[in-house]
């Protein structure tokens, strides 16, 4: 009988970048966060086991399946399974330590990588790795309040897909569970242009629009601001902002009841 083992993809905000956090396996190889399924938990229990055991797992908003990786040569010499699951860390807060960074290839702690900056992983690990992230692509955009903020083109093929699958209300946005809390609006169109960087095309989001946008969702409740701002920063510092949760909820609520209604007629 095959092996099982439970893997996780953690992805965070580091410095602006989206960054994937890395175990030495050595020889220069790095590895996710994993753990092998014992025959008296559940994989749920085994990941909730995988995501305790890690030093930022007081600080995960989420965490959701990715998929299923059975391929007999997978892993070399013997048959494993691997159920993933990607995780969504807060991004932190001026903390020391935390920078995304290869600048010495020797250090072979734990630790933070940039996305599109990864070494080397061992057996199909760079497999799990994207798809937690086109699961976190896939969810960004599903989510309404993207579907208000990003521009038609790149939710154009997604538009049939996700809207036939309201069975239920959306869970909350990963990119507010990625976000510090307070975070400027311009962090929100940050994520965005780094996360379909290769999707907007000509320049990125335009800056006024995008802002009138989201300035648009203030009367929901969704986005709340704060009489505070940025500090130790060297442009003027922004406005503060935090994502209301329950806010959030009673809005999408109010939307699925409106699309109900709409399509009944």
């Known amino acids: 009988m095959p092996s099982v083992v439970v893997p996780c993809v953690p992805l ?21 966060p994993a753990s092998e399924l014992n025959d008296r938990e559940s994989v749920e229990h085994c990941a909730r086991r995988v995501i305790a055991s890690l030093p930022f797992a ?24 691997a159920i993933a699951s990607w995780i969504v860390v807060r991004a932190p807060l001026a903390r020391p330590g935390e ?71 959306p869970r909350l946005p990963p990119l507010f569970g990625l976000l510090p809390d307070p975070f400027p609006l311009s962090a929100i169109r940050r994520f965005y242009e780094m996360l379909f960087a290769e999707e907007l095309t000509q320049g990125g989001i335009d800056r006024g629009n995008f802002r009138r946008k989201l300035l648009e969702l203030k009367p929901t409740g969704v986005l709340k601001d704060l009489p505070i701002f940025q500090k130790n920063v060297r442009h003027r510092a922004a406005q503060l902002f935090t994502f209301d949760p329950r806010a959030w909820e009673r809005w999408i609520a109010g939307e699925a009841t409106v699309g109900d209604r709409g399509g009944s007629n």
């Open 58 to 81: 007081r600080e995960v908003t989420r965490h959701s399946s990715c998929g299923v990786f059975s391929d007999p040569g997978r892993v070399p010499h013997r048959h494993e399974i």
């Open 12 to 32: 965070r905000l580091v410095q602006d970048r989206l960054a994937l956090w890395l175990r030495p396996c050595g020889d220069g190889k790095w590895s996710l």
């Open 99 to 169: 920078a995304v960074s290869l600048d010495d290839p020797l250090d072979e702690t734990p630790r933070w990588f940039a996305i599109d900056e990864l070494p080397t992983l061992i057996d199909d690990h760079l497999t799990i790795v994207r798809a937690g992230l086109d699961a976190l692509r896939r969810e960004t955009l599903a989510d309404p309040v993207t579907r208000r903020l990003l521009p038609r083109h790149l939710l154009f093929e997604a538009t049939d897909e996700f809207g036939a699958e309201r069975d239920d209300l």
